[in-house]
């Protein structure tokens, strides 16, 4: 091997005139070392004027720029051995003469990108490659083998800033393909053609350190300065916001917190405690809400609210009101209890023997239990996530139990009589059978304000939620639930998040069994939203389950036998969210964590307790031994009864893993790498300033701890690395063009320690926009850019954020169009899967290295997702996608990409995480949704979780549940914090185990099975193809309808539609299903745009899927007229939600229109002029200009009550929204009426239409 | 020898060898289903061996069809087709014909597993419907060596 570069060689090379011909270019060459933008860039961040800098490039130039370092590492690839090559490629460094022109020097160079580049400048560099170019201050020996012979002496002259070394193609040595290992030893005959000159990186980086430190760095000091101040001032930006930590604890919980030290990790829940906490703050990190986030101007509800910023929903209302009245939950019960006693299951009845109601008695001093929460208000359900006994709904504090609990009962819920005493006169069976009638329309609006206890008894009936049809000129929001009134939900939950609350408002259980005759039924969304179904099981295991929002099964009764599962007609499966930001959330860290032993189940609150000594597992039902010290109660830290210990009471509980659960290795570092596309369309778009500002504002919040590591690696058709050592000066660009076989120009330094190069990543994050901004380049080497990527962090794991911006065309991983514009209507779509294996097994390359890859698409044409999107989808990343980006052209979507950011960058982030699903025997997962790679039957491998990542398992039922009464599903999720900690979350739900069809009826959660249809949809137009996944769907609807209408005697289907009140979303949600992007027909659909969609099937949170296939839409003139939300001191106007139909506009309204990732503000052209003015700040609806995406700040009731209306909503989701304000004469009002899916368009019917349609297929 | 024994000497090895194969499938398969190997090496170790698998096939039908052996053909050709089919039809962003991320999906590995066994009955039957041919053939060859001795001795008990 080539020893360093002799200090002594820079001396001659600088001495060297430069000769005249190579002056013009050597500015290009600088240029074109870095690209002819680089040129500019480096400059600016030097400080020094333009011509300045030049000369001082070209000086060097002559043999190289000054500040550039051009190894030409094509020398060493023809030419030897590798370890010869080695020296070459150092040799190269010191190379200025080869500027930029790589390509033309390569043989295989596409000609496109020659242009570029002086082709001058090439020749000589060709005429080189046989020897060391004449003027270049060439270290002869140093070369070795290199047939650039030339320079690599420069480098000793070199400044600092920025040394772009170009590493040609053709010249690698072939022993590239080698990965290389970050501690490799220099002298390995295997590694890599290391392009930077030093390849130990004690002999280089000194060289090249030196140097830049004795001439150069004065010249140059005043460009260091310069990267600071820009940083300094966009750090205010960032820290502006303050770390929302405290604030996100619940008002309830926030003594319990105080005590605790919320180590501000970006990831909040973690405390470093040992033993048992209550973790209080969640993860505080990215907290802003995304009103916040954005640049949208703050609501004045913001400054007082307490945002749970992560979760992007409010913390749930102060103790005191929750705990508010004791009565109501009773008396909702009640009525809940009217059900027709055929449901056994249902209620708390006593607790089985095995869990005690002791357990619950006395709460545990450490954990302060939150009073229960009126069942039918708006509690914060979060089961999983609160102290285990606190958040039940049903469980007010022990003492206040409900009466019911008292009476000792026998183990299995026997009949409900309990309920029926204390709720009184069990009048409500008899109603509830009946279809709706006239009872309920009489019922007048709700009271707007307030909460109201719903009456009890016998007023159950007239009090119940109504279900008026249209014919009754209700005002839509005003008619159902009128006494359970959208306040009560205000107080937990924003839109986004009651929808899942399990018990909202009155909804009460007998509306399980009501019948719904669709085609009389209007009004079916109640107005605060979709329920959930209740999980009918005995008290104690209902109070503890998991919390829907993160475990939750499309049938909350599963179905015996699988006959009885096809008789039902409906899928059956789980969706899960399992890393969901959680505002509380118990740790324990213990040495033992009690397992069974054959089947590995965690232990959870479903076991059987034989006695004190054994537990029986509740999936495989073997008996095991408890552990001595699961006795030990950690919150209260006495030995007791096992039921005390958290495992037991929460259904969601995360676990310090001790040093068993390492994996191999210790746990791995955080490493994030980003990509980035600077290609011309990728620098037209103009992100890459929004990109860079914003991770330069969050550098200091991205997870992260002393051992982070980052980098940073540009493409277009060549890969351009940067050498991050905190020792330079300057960031030194490594540029590789060789994309076929490519290989890592400098074994380390490429990424590097966050903390001690923060300066150097800023320096690069602040020249990055302009280094490349005068890039013409148009191919993108994605394929080469991620093989080179996944070399480069393979040996630790961690994160690639990718930003793409066009189709990949060039190297590995090349595609091509596919997508043929006049086909965007036609009902069949083709090329909806991937075209090349390339991005996938590169995926599982990755996925096996504990590397993920997120996407971010910013493509205006077509990109080909489909194909691209394996990179993410099989190694557990993320894919956001923003369609036709452009930072001028349209700022709303640049917003969304900022906030969408800043949230990616600072939210938690778990690595090398495994999951694992268990269930009961007899049940067996049939597929997996979302993604992940699935290594095992169970396994899945996700080399990266991230918090907004949904799953979705569809289950089969193998064999017979007859001899189970519950059925228990356990998702595991073992991961590395960005602290290094080893930590397995886990969340168990327990679900009751029914012979009756009626009851898988009663039980079915519709939103839950059409979140499993979407995914199945999805992949079944990618097997199959879309018309067969539309026609699958219409099928579920019609099968379902049939199946139920089965159930009744026929006196009740003749001339109607019927179908249980549980599922009487279900047709309508299919219907705005075929109208949803991903499976649409008729209306012009980008491929790339539908992929997308199908992919956010598959791996968005049920709420948020829901959310975007049928959108909320609000009518904003009727704002506060109708209920106020209250939200932690913070009270927010809200208002009823509309079904998705143009009847429901009127021209006098203003409405808004809420799809997750994005939102309009719709405004009648009969508006008031006074609404005009109030909110929109104009005279009259005339004067609303066009492409308005804001809303101004203005200081009056109506435009303050609008603002906190739509920031509340707007952070009822982690990630951006674009926001649009549209006139109803607009051009894109379109685009807001497409959204009216209960309409009928020229392609499709409409929901009327669709019922009809459905009665047609179900008598037949 | 005449052709119909090398063709049957051919088929008998031909089919010897996948029978190994499939069997070799199903016991990768199985160890995937018991959790021994992971689903990227199992489908690697798979992979390599279809297209041998689908060639040895479709040599063999083609000689069979070449040799004029129609009904032996007609048997035969179903599973090769079929195994064409399968390799022809698979989608283009498949890693393979077993695609380690689909495998666990849709009970493809069962599904699999099924279509495995059925081709080992089939390969188990066609290699003793082969055997028997080729001992047919080889019987028939000494027999009509046999039926030509008779006309030697004379020749060399001329030559004596």
Same mark, same amino acid.
């Given at each position: 091997?080539?020893?360093?570069?002799?200090?002594?060689?820079?001396?001659?090379?600088?001495?060297?005139?430069?000769?005249?011909?190579?002056?013009?270019?050597?500015?290009?060459?600088?240029?074109?070392?870095?690209?002819?933008?680089?040129?500019?860039?480096?400059?600016?961040?030097?400080?020094?004027?333009?011509?300045?800098?030049?000369?001082?490039?070209?000086?060097?130039?002559?043999?190289?720029?000054?500040?550039?370092?051009?190894?030409?590492?094509?020398?060493?690839?023809?030419?030897?051995?590798?370890?010869?090559?080695?020296?070459?490629?150092?040799?190269?460094?010191?190379?200025?003469?080869?500027?930029?022109?790589?390509?033309?020097?390569?043989?295989?160079?596409?000609?496109?990108?020659?242009?570029?580049?002086?082709?001058?400048?090439?020749?000589?560099?060709?005429?080189?490659?046989?020897?060391?170019?004449?003027?270049?201050?060439?270290?002869?020996?140093?070369?070795?083998?290199?047939?650039?012979?030339?320079?690599?002496?420069?480098?000793?002259?070199?400044?600092?800033?920025?040394?772009?070394?170009?590493?040609?193609?053709?010249?690698?040595?072939?022993?590239?393909?080698?990965?290389?290992?970050?501690?490799?030893?220099?002298?390995?005959?295997?590694?890599?053609?290391?392009?930077?000159?030093?390849?130990?990186?004690?002999?280089?980086?000194?060289?090249?350190?030196?140097?830049?430190?004795?001439?150069?760095?004065?010249?140059?000091?005043?460009?260091?300065?310069?990267?600071?101040?820009?940083?300094?001032?966009?750090?205010?930006?960032?820290?502006?916001?303050?770390?929302?930590?405290?604030?996100?604890?619940?008002?309830?919980?926030?003594?319990?917190?105080?005590?605790?030290?919320?180590?501000?990790?970006?990831?909040?829940?973690?405390?470093?405690?040992?033993?048992?906490?209550?973790?209080?703050?969640?993860?505080?990190?990215?907290?802003?809400?995304?009103?916040?986030?954005?640049?949208?101007?703050?609501?004045?509800?913001?400054?007082?609210?307490?945002?749970?910023?992560?979760?992007?929903?409010?913390?749930?209302?102060?103790?005191?009101?929750?705990?508010?009245?004791?009565?109501?939950?009773?008396?909702?019960?009640?009525?809940?209890?009217?059900?027709?006693?055929?449901?056994?299951?249902?209620?708390?009845?006593?607790?089985?023997?095995?869990?005690?109601?002791?357990?619950?008695?006395?709460?545990?001093?450490?954990?302060?239990?939150?009073?229960?929460?009126?069942?039918?208000?708006?509690?914060?359900?979060?089961?999983?996530?609160?102290?285990?006994?606190?958040?039940?709904?049903?469980?007010?504090?022990?003492?206040?139990?409900?009466?019911?609990?008292?009476?000792?009962?026998?183990?299995?819920?026997?009949?409900?009589?309990?309920?029926?005493?204390?709720?009184?006169?069990?009048?409500?069976?008899?109603?509830?059978?009946?279809?709706?009638?006239?009872?309920?329309?009489?019922?007048?609006?709700?009271?707007?304000?307030?909460?109201?206890?719903?009456?009890?008894?016998?007023?159950?009936?007239?009090?119940?939620?109504?279900?008026?049809?249209?014919?009754?000129?209700?005002?839509?929001?005003?008619?159902?639930?009128?006494?359970?009134?959208?306040?009560?939900?205000?107080?937990?939950?924003?839109?986004?998040?009651?929808?899942?609350?399990?018990?909202?408002?009155?909804?009460?259980?007998?509306?399980?069994?009501?019948?719904?005759?669709?085609?009389?039924?209007?009004?079916?969304?109640?107005?605060?939203?979709?329920?959930?179904?209740?999980?009918?099981?005995?008290?104690?295991?209902?109070?503890?389950?998991?919390?829907?929002?993160?475990?939750?099964?499309?049938?909350?009764?599963?179905?015996?036998?699988?006959?009885?599962?096809?008789?039902?007609?409906?899928?059956?499966?789980?969706?899960?969210?399992?890393?969901?930001?959680?505002?509380?959330?118990?740790?324990?860290?213990?040495?033992?964590?009690?397992?069974?032993?054959?089947?590995?189940?965690?232990?959870?609150?479903?076991?059987?307790?034989?006695?004190?000594?054994?537990?029986?597992?509740?999936?495989?039902?073997?008996?095991?031994?408890?552990?001595?010290?699961?006795?030990?109660?950690?919150?209260?830290?006495?030995?007791?009864?096992?039921?005390?210990?958290?495992?037991?009471?929460?259904?969601?509980?995360?676990?310090?893993?001790?040093?068993?659960?390492?994996?191999?290795?210790?746990?791995?570092?955080?490493?994030?790498?980003?990509?980035?596309?600077?290609?011309?369309?990728?620098?037209?778009?103009?992100?890459?300033?929004?990109?860079?500002?914003?991770?330069?504002?969050?550098?200091?919040?991205?997870?992260?701890?002393?051992?982070?590591?980052?980098?940073?690696?540009?493409?277009?058709?060549?890969?351009?690395?940067?050498?991050?050592?905190?020792?330079?000066?300057?960031?030194?660009?490594?540029?590789?063009?060789?994309?076929?076989?490519?290989?890592?120009?400098?074994?380390?330094?490429?990424?590097?320690?966050?903390?001690?190069?923060?300066?150097?990543?800023?320096?690069?994050?602040?020249?990055?926009?302009?280094?490349?901004?005068?890039?013409?380049?148009?191919?993108?080497?994605?394929?080469?850019?991620?093989?080179?990527?996944?070399?480069?962090?393979?040996?630790?794991?961690?994160?690639?954020?990718?930003?793409?911006?066009?189709?990949?065309?060039?190297?590995?991983?090349?595609?091509?169009?596919?997508?043929?514009?006049?086909?965007?209507?036609?009902?069949?779509?083709?090329?909806?899967?991937?075209?090349?294996?390339?991005?996938?097994?590169?995926?599982?390359?990755?996925?096996?290295?504990?590397?993920?890859?997120?996407?971010?698409?910013?493509?205006?044409?077509?990109?080909?997702?489909?194909?691209?999107?394996?990179?993410?989808?099989?190694?557990?990343?993320?894919?956001?996608?923003?369609?036709?980006?452009?930072?001028?052209?349209?700022?709303?979507?640049?917003?969304?990409?900022?906030?969408?950011?800043?949230?990616?960058?600072?939210?938690?982030?778990?690595?090398?995480?495994?999951?694992?699903?268990?269930?009961?025997?007899?049940?067996?997962?049939?597929?997996?949704?979302?993604?992940?790679?699935?290594?095992?039957?169970?396994?899945?491998?996700?080399?990266?979780?991230?918090?907004?990542?949904?799953?979705?398992?569809?289950?089969?039922?193998?064999?017979?549940?007859?001899?189970?009464?519950?059925?228990?599903?356990?998702?595991?999720?073992?991961?590395?914090?960005?602290?290094?900690?080893?930590?397995?979350?886990?969340?168990?739900?327990?679900?009751?185990?029914?012979?009756?069809?009626?009851?898988?009826?009663?039980?079915?959660?519709?939103?839950?099975?059409?979140?499993?249809?979407?995914?199945?949809?999805?992949?079944?137009?990618?097997?199959?193809?879309?018309?067969?996944?539309?026609?699958?769907?219409?099928?579920?609807?019609?099968?379902?309808?049939?199946?139920?209408?089965?159930?009744?005697?026929?006196?009740?289907?003749?001339?109607?539609?019927?179908?249980?009140?549980?599922?009487?979303?279900?047709?309508?949600?299919?219907?705005?299903?075929?109208?949803?992007?991903?499976?649409?027909?008729?209306?012009?659909?980008?491929?790339?745009?539908?992929?997308?969609?199908?992919?956010?099937?598959?791996?968005?949170?049920?709420?948020?899927?829901?959310?975007?296939?049928?959108?909320?839409?609000?009518?904003?003139?009727?704002?506060?007229?109708?209920?106020?939300?209250?939200?932690?001191?913070?009270?927010?106007?809200?208002?009823?939600?509309?079904?998705?139909?143009?009847?429901?506009?009127?021209?006098?309204?203003?409405?808004?229109?809420?799809?997750?990732?994005?939102?309009?503000?719709?405004?009648?052209?009969?508006?008031?002029?006074?609404?005009?003015?109030?909110?929109?700040?104009?005279?009259?609806?005339?004067?609303?200009?066009?492409?308005?995406?804001?809303?101004?700040?203005?200081?009056?009731?109506?435009?303050?009550?609008?603002?906190?209306?739509?920031?509340?909503?707007?952070?009822?989701?982690?990630?951006?929204?674009?926001?649009?304000?549209?006139?109803?004469?607009?051009?894109?009002?379109?685009?807001?009426?497409?959204?009216?899916?209960?309409?009928?368009?020229?392609?499709?019917?409409?929901?009327?239409?669709?019922?009809?349609?459905?009665?047609?297929?179900?008598?037949? | 020898?005449?052709?119909?024994?090398? #063709?049957?000497?051919?088929?008998?090895?031909?089919?010897? =060898?996948?029978?190994? @194969?499939? $069997?070799?499938?199903? %016991? *990768?398969?199985?160890?995937?289903?018991?959790?021994?190997?992971?689903?990227?090496?199992?489908?690697?170790? #798979?992979?390599?061996?279809?297209?041998?698998?689908?060639? =040895?096939?479709?040599? @063999?039908? $083609?000689?069979?069809? %070449? *040799?004029?052996?129609?009904?032996?053909?007609?048997?035969?050709?179903?599973?090769?087709?079929?195994?064409?089919?399968?390799?022809?039809?698979?989608?283009?962003?498949?890693?393979?014909?077993?695609?380690?991320?689909?495998?666990?999906?849709?009970?493809?590995?069962?599904?699999?597993?099924?279509?495995?066994?059925?081709?080992?009955?089939?390969?188990?039957?066609?290699?003793?419907?082969?055997?028997?041919?080729?001992?047919?053939?080889?019987?028939?060859?000494?027999?009509?060596?046999?039926?030509?001795?008779?006309?030697?001795?004379?020749?060399?008990?001329?030559?004596?």
């Amino acid at each position: 091997m080539n020893k360093s570069i002799p200090p002594s060689v820079p001396g001659p090379l600088h001495g060297k005139p430069q000769s005249p011909s190579q002056t013009p270019f050597s500015q290009s060459a600088l240029n074109g070392s870095s690209y002819p933008t680089s040129n500019a860039t480096m400059q600016s961040g030097i400080g020094g004027p333009p011509n300045q800098v030049r000369p001082n490039v070209q000086g060097p130039m002559g043999n190289g720029p000054p500040n550039q370092v051009r190894p030409y590492v094509q020398g060493p690839m023809g030419n030897g051995p590798p370890n010869q090559v080695r020296p070459n490629v150092q040799g190269p460094m010191g190379n200025g003469p080869f500027p930029s022109q790589h390509q033309a020097a390569r043989p295989g160079f596409p000609p496109t990108s020659v242009p570029q580049y002086n082709t001058q400048q090439i020749r000589p560099v060709q005429g080189q490659s046989g020897g060391p170019p004449p003027n270049t201050g060439i270290n002869r020996p140093q070369m070795g083998a290199s047939m650039y012979g030339p320079p690599s002496s420069q480098t000793g002259q070199m400044p600092p800033t920025s040394n772009i070394q170009q590493i040609r193609p053709g010249m690698r040595p072939p022993m590239t393909n080698i990965q290389q290992r970050p501690g490799f030893p220099g002298g390995m005959p295997n590694r890599p053609p290391l392009v930077n000159g030093p390849q130990q990186p004690g002999i280089g980086s000194p060289m090249r350190m030196g140097q830049p430190s004795v001439s150069t760095a004065p010249s140059y000091s005043g460009s260091q300065p310069s990267p600071g101040p820009p940083r300094m001032g966009a750090l205010p930006v960032g820290t502006g916001i303050p770390p929302t930590i405290s604030q996100n604890n619940q008002p309830g919980t926030s003594q319990q917190s105080d005590g605790l030290p919320v180590p501000y990790h970006g990831q909040g829940q973690y405390s470093h405690q040992v033993g048992m906490q209550l973790t209080p703050g969640l993860t505080p990190n990215n907290s802003e809400p995304t009103s916040r986030r954005s640049s949208r101007t703050p609501s004045p509800m913001n400054n007082s609210q307490t945002m749970d910023a992560l979760e992007g929903q409010f913390t749930s209302a102060p103790l005191g009101e929750q705990a508010k009245p004791m009565t109501p939950p009773l008396s909702q019960e009640i009525q809940g209890r009217g059900t027709p006693p055929k449901q056994p299951t249902y209620s708390q009845h006593g607790p089985p023997p095995n869990v005690k109601s002791p357990v619950y008695g006395p709460p545990p001093t450490g954990m302060p239990q939150r009073p229960g929460p009126p069942s039918g208000s708006s509690q914060n359900y979060s089961m999983g996530t609160g102290p285990p006994s606190g958040p039940t709904n049903f469980k007010p504090g022990p003492p206040t139990g409900p009466p019911n609990y008292n009476l000792p009962q026998g183990p299995q819920p026997g009949p409900t009589q309990n309920m029926y005493q204390s709720s009184g006169p069990p009048s409500g069976p008899t109603n509830f059978g009946m279809p709706p009638t006239s009872g309920q329309y009489g019922q007048p609006p709700p009271p707007p304000t307030g909460y109201q206890p719903p009456p009890t008894g016998p007023n159950t009936m007239p009090s119940r939620p109504g279900y008026p049809p249209s014919s009754q000129g209700l005002p839509p929001q005003q008619q159902m639930y009128g006494q359970t009134g959208p306040q009560q939900q205000g107080d937990g939950y924003g839109s986004g998040q009651y929808n899942n609350m399990p018990n909202v408002g009155g909804m009460s259980l007998t509306d399980d069994s009501r019948v719904v005759n669709l085609l009389q039924e209007k009004q079916l969304i109640p107005a605060d939203g979709i329920e959930n179904p209740k999980i009918k099981l005995h008290n104690d295991f209902k109070k503890v389950n998991c919390s829907p929002d993160i475990l939750r099964c499309t049938l909350t009764s599963i179905p015996q036998t699988s006959s009885l599962l096809n008789k039902s007609r409906l899928p059956l499966g789980i969706l899960i969210h399992p890393f969901k930001d959680l505002s509380q959330l118990p740790v324990i860290q213990s040495n033992v964590i009690v397992r069974c032993r054959s089947c590995r189940t965690y232990i959870n609150p479903f076991v059987y307790f034989v006695d004190q000594r054994r537990w029986k597992c509740n999936l495989c039902y073997r008996v095991n031994e408890l552990p001595e010290e699961f006795n030990f109660d950690p919150v209260t830290k006495t030995y007791g009864e096992p039921q005390r210990r958290p495992e037991i009471k929460s259904a969601t509980i995360e676990f310090i893993a001790p040093s068993e659960y390492m994996v191999i290795r210790p746990p791995q570092p955080a490493v994030y790498l980003y990509l980035l596309d600077v290609s011309f369309n990728a620098i037209e778009t103009g992100y890459l300033n929004t990109f860079c500002q914003t991770l330069l504002d969050e550098l200091d919040k991205i997870p992260s701890d002393s051992r982070t590591q980052i980098g940073f690696l540009c493409y277009d058709c060549a890969l351009y690395f940067f050498n991050l050592e905190e020792n330079l000066s300057q960031p030194q660009m490594l540029i590789v063009s060789d994309v076929d076989d490519v290989f890592l120009p400098c074994p380390d330094n490429l990424l590097v320690n966050l903390q001690e190069s923060k300066e150097m990543v800023s320096d690069l994050l602040n020249q990055l926009p302009t280094l490349f901004e005068s890039n013409r380049e148009t191919g993108s080497a994605l394929g080469a850019a991620l093989q080179a990527a996944y070399k480069l962090i393979h040996s630790t794991g961690g994160r690639i954020t990718v930003v793409q911006t066009v189709l990949p065309t060039i190297g590995p991983g090349g595609l091509e169009n596919r997508e043929d514009p006049n086909q965007r209507t036609t009902k069949n779509v083709t090329n909806l899967g991937p075209s090349t294996d390339f991005y996938k097994k590169l995926a599982l390359d990755c996925s096996a290295q504990q590397v993920a890859v997120d996407l971010f698409m910013l493509n205006g044409q077509y990109a080909d997702i489909s194909s691209i999107s394996c990179i993410s989808k099989y190694s557990g990343g993320c894919i956001h996608y923003f369609p036709s980006f452009h930072c001028v052209k349209n700022p709303s979507l640049t917003e969304k990409f900022e906030t969408d950011l800043r949230r990616y960058l600072t939210r938690k982030i778990g690595f090398e995480a495994v999951m694992r699903i268990r269930c009961t025997k007899g049940l067996s997962i049939h597929t997996f949704h979302g993604n992940f790679f699935v290594r095992s039957t169970d396994l899945l491998s996700l080399p990266n979780i991230n918090p907004d990542a949904g799953f979705g398992m569809q289950m089969s039922i193998e064999d017979a549940l007859t001899e189970n009464s519950v059925v228990c599903f356990q998702a595991a999720l073992l991961y590395t914090s960005s602290k290094g900690e080893r930590r397995i979350r886990v969340h168990t739900m327990c679900l009751p185990v029914t012979n009756q069809l009626s009851e898988i009826y009663a039980g079915a959660d519709q939103q839950a099975i059409i979140g499993l249809l979407a995914k199945m949809g999805a992949d079944r137009s990618v097997t199959a193809s879309l018309p067969d996944a539309r026609e699958a769907m219409l099928n579920a609807s019609v099968d379902s309808l049939s199946a139920f209408g089965g159930t009744l005697p026929s006196s009740q289907r003749i001339g109607s539609l019927p179908i249980c009140y549980s599922l009487r979303l279900l047709p309508m949600l299919i219907s705005a299903m075929c109208k949803f992007t991903a499976f649409r027909f008729g209306t012009t659909t980008k491929l790339d745009d539908r992929v997308f969609a199908m992919q956010q099937c598959k791996s968005l949170p049920i709420q948020y899927l829901i959310q975007s296939i049928y959108p909320h839409l609000y009518p904003i003139h009727k704002l506060g007229e109708t209920t106020v939300m209250t939200k932690n001191n913070t009270e927010v106007p809200h208002t009823t939600r509309l079904h998705l139909s143009s009847a429901n506009i009127d021209r006098q309204g203003v409405y808004v229109l809420d799809a997750y990732d994005r939102m309009y503000f719709y405004v009648g052209s009969a508006v008031g002029d006074q609404f005009c003015q109030d909110v929109l700040d104009v005279p009259n609806f005339m004067s609303i200009p066009e492409g308005m995406i804001d809303l101004p700040e203005l200081e009056n009731p109506t435009s303050e009550n609008v603002r906190a209306f739509v920031n509340y909503l707007l952070d009822n989701r982690p990630n951006g929204s674009t926001f649009y304000v549209v006139r109803e004469d607009s051009k894109i009002r379109m685009e807001f009426f497409q959204y009216m899916v209960e309409d009928r368009t020229e392609s499709s019917m409409s929901y009327y239409e669709f019922l009809q349609h459905l009665q047609k297929q179900v008598k037949s | 020898m005449g052709v119909d024994s090398w #063709l049957f000497i051919f088929s008998v090895i031909d089919e010897g =060898a996948l029978l190994f @194969l499939v $069997v070799y499938f199903v %016991i *990768t398969l199985s160890d995937l289903e018991c959790d021994y190997l992971n689903a990227t090496n199992c489908c690697d170790k #798979l992979n390599k061996w279809v297209l041998v698998e689908a060639i =040895a096939q479709c040599v @063999l039908a $083609v000689l069979l069809l %070449i *040799t004029g052996h129609w009904i032996l053909f007609l048997m035969y050709a179903p599973v090769t087709a079929w195994l064409v089919y399968k390799l022809v039809n698979k989608l283009s962003g498949d890693i393979g014909m077993y695609d380690p991320t689909e495998i666990h999906n849709r009970q493809q590995l069962k599904t699999y597993m099924k279509e495995n066994l059925i081709k080992m009955g089939s390969h188990l039957i066609f290699f003793f419907i082969f055997l028997y041919w080729m001992t047919i053939s080889l019987l028939n060859l000494t027999k009509s060596a046999k039926a030509v001795e008779p006309m030697f001795p004379p020749v060399e008990v001329s030559d004596l």
